[in-house]
């Protein structure tokens, strides 16, 4: 393996990516727990608890998008096409989740439009990036730099599989997340629903783990040839370290362990698919390599990816840092 | 299915739909960040609590305004690869790290600060909050620094090679951000933002003061939005006639576009309207000035302009939109310099605050410099067709390949859900724009006490009150 421009920014993007779905990941979740929660104050402490930091946190999508198109172009117009549905319900889901944060205090007679936005909202962009990714692991064709197949190609079994263990997957970080951020009844009721949601997310995981090796002869052969193999056994050994942490944190009503136990859950499954993409960027059909931009792009913005992703996690660290703690609930949102 | 529409014309539609509504937020949100920004400055250096509140009073505004103005630029981010995917892999490598800049930059100093902005105040004390304005405002204008980069590259592409596969590939990046049309757009388009917001927050000024002239808060807005409605109308102006001078310089056929000539003249007229043709080639019921139109584009009454006829039929930009947008732009350009002067002239007479035929004036005016701006835009973008990279890759070629219905059914998708949200956005900025600013006891506190203010139900209750203004 050769360290080069193209090799860095995989990981870069890889990153950006991961830093989106673990972020967004649990904002998106507490508003698909939305529903569970109807009592009027639970909610403004659930969306006070996001409101400050969503924002932030969304960026990173941005990043991912943004990023991709200059470092692998190729990458970003082929895939883009093939899964043009769901990235298009996925954006409007944003919408209608992203002016919520608002819009819920601007009105007595229409709030709960706009909760149910938030809800469906976060519900359909969760599902839309699970089964996005599906997609993308069951490969897509591609034909002369271009997508070669149908607007309808994303839709199998296995890429709603995968919507679905997403959705569930941010509820489990929405519920620990408010077992984290709330005291009381809501964070009560949060932590049994974590227990719910981390059941399901763990088995989901496994379903879809053993579901992909048969998709692809060469995500078999990367799992259970070796030195492939020795991550295949060591990564399901932590994913199960993850999921006792969890229900162990969540049984002795521990705050914090519960929430960074589902994060390590988002980030052994996404260490797993970047051991099944790699080298691809879309499996089968196209190399980082083949769809990295010229160097003289990769390197200018390197350059200042360098300097700026350190200066960005400071600041982002900070603004986490400043809202830290339990949400007070007779805090005013504005 | 959709009227036999193109897929190109479908894509074109949802990129001008997606794009123009995506454009109203932040033409608002750069002016309203940096009002922010002086009036927490006036708040911390005059100690003069009515500052803070009108912080309050535009802050909620802001947090609207901005919240719709992310959501609808996140779906600009992805729609160059659903709809243009052909010109993503082209232009990616020069497009795409500007705006990777602009998320490096920007948009994580904006987001990563927005919350300290909106909910800190409390938490950090007012020094470090002031720090987090600052951001906020110094990351809408950095955005518009790179994004306007880009968008010019795309009108006046410098510092690149192509590549076997197409692609255009970065020689100096100095050159391609500094490209020759960018200087001029960016000053225009943030001066732009400037009045947009100032003509806004004149507006509201106007409103409140035609109910109620002795309210002091109204009294500031209005003064300050006026200062810089005078101020920075004419530099417009100035800095609108030196963009002109540029496009005739590196897009003429845009410029012909724009002034409905398709002769080409020495000492050519300046129309002031008519109805472009391009299928005849002329431009009907004309009324002309002579001579005019040179002396203004080139400084010479002599000069020759170029018409469209100079270019192959497949070379030409629709004059049409081009022709009514700019005439637009500019007769809005003219009605603020008006308003601009005259606000200077009730303040030498010390009758800012009493003229309600100024007042009147500056609420109807209200809305101007969106108008404007989206105007301007179009005659820019418009008139770089036939091409996206102007003269370089055309439009047609510059598709992905995705089914005409995918399009047809997202833009239908598209146009539902933004008037729904983002109308009902509308309606709430509007009405929190209602809302009576409170002028009370500020005289009697001495610091910042609740910095967030209201909580959500009084608000409510105020913005129900303000309501029943209209």
Redesign the interface.
Known sequence: MVIDLATIWAGLIAFAVLAYVVLDGFDLGVGILFPLFPDARDR?VMTNSI???W??N??W???G???????F??A??????AL??P??LM??G??????A???R????R?KPLWEW?FCLGSLVAALAQGIALGALVQGIEIAD????G??WDWLTPFSLLTGVGLAVGYALLGATWLNLKTHGELQAKARRIAMVAGVATVGLIGVVSLWTPFLEPIYFQRWFAWPTAFFSALVPLLVALCAFGLWHGLTIDRHLQPFLCALGLFILSFVGIGISFYPYIVPGALTFHEAA??D??LS??LF??AF??PI?LA??G??YW??RGKVDPE???? | MFLGMSAELLARFQFAFTVSFHFIFPAFSIGLASFLMVLEALWLWKKDNAYLKLF?YW??IF??TF??G??????M??Q???NW??F???A??????L???????A??????????M???LK??GPRLHFFATCMVALGTLISATWILAANSWMQTPAGFTT?D?G?F???D?LQIIFNPSFPYRLVHTVLAAFLTTAFAVGAVGAYHLLRDKTNRHARIMFSMAMWMAALVTPIQIFVGDLHGLNTLEHQPAKIAAMEGHYETHKGAPLILFGIPDDKAETTHFAIEIPKLGSLILAHDPDAEIKGLKAWPVDERPPALIPFFTFRIMVGLGILMLLVGAWSLWARFRKTLYDNRWLHRAALTMGPSGFVAVLAGWYTTEVGRQPYTVYGLLRTSDSL????A??IGF?LI??IV??FI?FG??VF?LL??MSRVPEVGDEDLDDGPT?A?????AI??EA??RGGHGH
């Open positions: 403004d409101a400050p930091v924002d932030g969304e960026t999508l941005v990043l998008g943004g990023g991709l198109m200059a470092v172009p190729l970003y117009a082929t895939v883009l096409p043009y549905v990235i298009i954006l409007l944003l919408v209608f989740r992203g002016v944060f608002e819009f205090f601007r009105t007595k229409w936005g730099r271009q997508y070669a149908g607007w931009a010229p003289e792009s200018f913005l200042g990816a700026l992703i960005i600041y982002t900070y603004a400043v809202f805090e005013g949102y504005h | 309050d802050k909620t947090a609207v919240g719709m992310v959501v609808s630029g996140i779906v981010s992805y160059f690869g659903t995917a052909a993503s892999d082209k990616g490598p020069v497009i795409g790290p705006m990777g800049y602009e998320v490096l930059t948009f994580f100093l904006e987001a990563g600060f927005l919350g300290i909106l909910f800190g938490r950090v590549n596969v692609q590939v970065p020689v990046w992905a390949t995705v089914d219905q995918a997202s998708a598209f859900v933004y949200v009902a956005g709430y009405r929190l609740r967030a203010g209201i909580t959500p608000q409510l913005s129900g």
